[in-house]
């Protein structure tokens, strides 16, 4: 067994225990020997473990791949380290458009969440590639450009929050992200677009090693480079905004976990991207978990946890990152 | 730029109009967009026939006068902190948002208000100026203000992402304390609504002294804007420059955060336009940066209750929704 199966194996273990640790914890802590036996048989905590605490973990992961993937890609593509769909305003765009479809019409059928948000993230995109094209920033002025549109982008969400008053934690969902009260009416809408568009980026991320060695090396090795560059781009916003549909603009897993993971295996895209994915899963899940029982059966939203994590990291990346 | 050439010509006309903006802000911001129906005239009233027991009168008194007055002070004090902010550091996206220095004050109000540890057992003034001093200190150590190659991209972004960490570190203190609290979104973004007398007297003393402090500063930035090693050789002693400054910056925006709240961009708007409508004086430009901070909250709040009355919209998301994509012109403009 490889260095690398190995690392891929302890991962799924360590999320394998940390979902059950989340299935046992909350404000109600149940043995873990209920928790393994409400899964199989149902009975009296049937309601908490299996239409609460597991659509939630469920959510979590798939949330946290997504999140991961898309900021692989970007990074990747943009070959700019401080790169994250959060970053870039693109889940700020998402997360506009979603909340303000919930705001207009707040019975409408969770299906419709990812592709308005799609529309939301694809906007916020164009309108950075535009200002790329146009004035051609560095690197860091980039992040700049897009840390000052989602700020424009979250003061609208805050603005409409406040226009039209909802429940406190549906409000926080939308402000700094947060898996409150997401159930399986959640997975189900979220499911299909993850399952066409995670192992694409696997397919991606073949290419795009050679990529990183630099355009023309890549279109002399025989790579469609513009392709690559468009079809990973489209599904990093597509990844980010249906993740940021169903919980909202959690921030910083996009730009954490690809580094993470390229602490972890090297800079290769193709060993990169499962373990940058498992990592994500991982610090959505814990974030959440911790969300859940720092202060029961008080909720903390996870964004703000994740926060907590990525800034201080973000600003190692700053403190390291020398091509200002 | 043409503002900048034709300066010269309208020595009086631009501080005329800029004066006469914020007076007609102040004017009907006392009786306009009101819960309780008020009509310029009942201002007029009180001039000529004041009378303590009419209720319109009583309204305009106890209630939007010191409304409007804090609301003006506020916005002077962020445009004079911006200003100073830009005028010691030399980069142009300096202000006390971006330096998370709002955020820190904003950060310790909340502990000092929900009594976490030893918090609550300190004056909120004192709470919000460790706060701001720590938010302060935060970015410039992290983003390397402090090294000779200092570089303002990374200090702007150190603020952000210092900035993050502090806001989310207020949400998550406020949440615990009280989880039905709607009023996290509202006190978090900076809003005027729960001024009276009391906050006027609690804002003027030390406003005063910091601004005093703020004009005593602005030949030793008009020097300083020369360059560091000039103005040292040109007799200005640098490091009690700076002491006087933070200490001024820290001040000023830390009791507007007492009062208020973080109401944000104020003092990174203010600035600009005042550099682009004076010349580049400080002795004029603070006292332009500070009233066109004024008139900008003044009218800001005023719009903050025109969206939906009768309730109210926090003022700091009017002065977001302008001033982010001011934040992206400055940026794009190749202003850093």
Redesign the interface.
Do not use: C, E, M, W
């Given at each position: 067994m490889t260095r690398y199966t190995q690392l891929l194996l302890s991962g799924f273990l360590l999320l394998f225990l940390l979902a059950c640790l989340s299935l046992a914890m909350g404000a109600e802590s149940l043995p873990i020997k209920t928790v393994l036996q409400t899964l199989i048989h149902g009975g009296d905590q049937d309601f908490i473990v299996n239409y609460y605490r597991l659509p939630r973990i469920l959510i979590a992961i798939l949330v946290g791949m997504g999140l991961a993937i898309s900021g692989v890609l970007t990074q990747g593509i943009i070959r700019n380290p401080l790169a994250s769909p959060d970053l870039m305003g693109i889940s700020g765009g998402a997360g506009l458009a979603a909340c303000t479809m919930l705001l207009i019409w707040p019975n409408i059928d969770n299906v419709w969440l990812p592709p308005i948000a799609l529309l939301g993230g694809f906007s916020a995109a164009l309108v950075i590639w535009l200002l790329n094209r146009w004035h051609n920033p560095s690197p860091a002025r980039l992040a700049l450009v897009g840390i000052a549109i989602s700020a424009f982008l979250s003061s609208c969400i805050n603005f409409l929050l406040i226009l039209h008053p909802v429940e406190v934690n549906s409000a926080m969902i939308w402000l700094t992200g947060s898996l409150w009260g997401r159930n399986w009416d959640y997975v189900w809408p979220l499911l299909p677009w993850l399952i066409v568009l995670v192992p694409f980026s696997f397919y991606l991320a073949w290419s795009l090693d050679l990529f990183a060695l630099g355009e023309d090396t890549a279109d002399a090795l025989g790579v469609d480079t513009k392709g690559l560059q468009i079809a990973a781009l489209l599904s990093a916003v597509a990844l980010a905004s249906v993740s940021v549909a169903v919980c909202g603009t959690i921030g910083f897993v996009g730009l954490l976990a690809p580094h993470l993971a390229r602490l972890l295996v090297g800079s290769r895209h193709k060993l990169v991207l499962p373990v940058a994915a498992l990592v994500g899963a991982l610090l959505v899940l814990s974030a959440d978990t911790l969300a859940r029982n720092l202060a029961p059966p008080l909720e903390l939203p996870a964004g703000v946890l994740t926060a907590i994590i990525g800034a201080p990291y973000f600003l190692f990346l700053l403190h390291r990152y020398k091509g200002y | 730029m043409k503002i900048l050439s034709s300066a010269g010509h309208s020595k009086t006309l631009t501080p005329a109009l800029l004066l006469s903006t914020l007076m007609l802000g102040f004017i009907i911001s006392l009786y306009g967009q009101s819960e309780f129906l008020l009509q310029a005239n009942d201002l007029w009233q009180i001039l000529i026939a004041p009378d303590s027991q009419d209720i319109k009168q009583q309204v305009i008194l106890l209630l939007r006068l010191p409304r409007s007055l804090v609301a003006c002070l506020i916005g002077f004090n962020l445009g004079v902190a911006g200003l100073l902010m830009q005028g010691l550091t030399r980069n142009p996206l300096a202000s006390p948002t971006l330096f998370a220095i709002n955020s820190g004050a904003a950060c310790l109000m909340a502990l000092n208000s929900i009594g976490f540890a030893f918090f609550s057992a300190l004056p909120s003034e004192l709470a919000t100026f460790l706060g701001a001093l720590l938010g302060g200190v935060l970015v410039f150590s992290?983003?390397?203000g402090l090294r000779s190659d200092s570089?303002a991209?990374?200090l702007?972004?150190?603020g952000?992402?210092?900035n993050?960490?502090l806001s989310?570190?207020t949400?998550?203190a406020l949440?615990?304390a009280d989880?039905?609290?709607?009023s996290?979104?509202?006190w978090l973004?900076g809003s005027l609504s729960e001024i009276d007398w009391h906050s006027w007297s609690q804002l003027w003393p030390l406003s005063l002294i910091a601004l005093l402090l703020a004009f005593s500063t602005s030949r030793g930035l008009n020097l300083n804007a020369l360059g560091e090693q000039t103005a040292n050789s040109l007799g200005i002693n640098i490091t009690w420059l700076r002491v006087r400054v933070c200490l001024a910056v820290l001040l000023l925006t830390s009791i507007s955060v007492t009062l208020a709240g973080p109401i944000v961009f104020v003092g990174l708007i203010a600035p600009h336009l005042a550099r682009a409508l004076f010349n580049n004086n400080h002795l004029v430009l603070l006292p332009a940066s500070g009233l066109l901070g004024a008139a900008l909250v003044c009218w800001a709040d005023l719009l903050s209750r025109s969206?939906?009355p009768p309730a109210e919209?926090?003022v700091g998301?009017i002065t977001?929704?302008i001033g982010?994509?001011f934040?992206?012109f400055l940026?794009?403009k190749?202003k850093?």
């Open positions: - | 992290l983003g390397g570089n991209l990374r702007i972004l150190a952000i992402a210092v993050g960490l989310s570190l949400r998550a949440i615990i989880d039905t609290a709607y996290i979104l509202h973004s969206i939906i919209t926090p998301i977001a929704l982010t994509p934040f992206i940026v794009l190749g850093l």
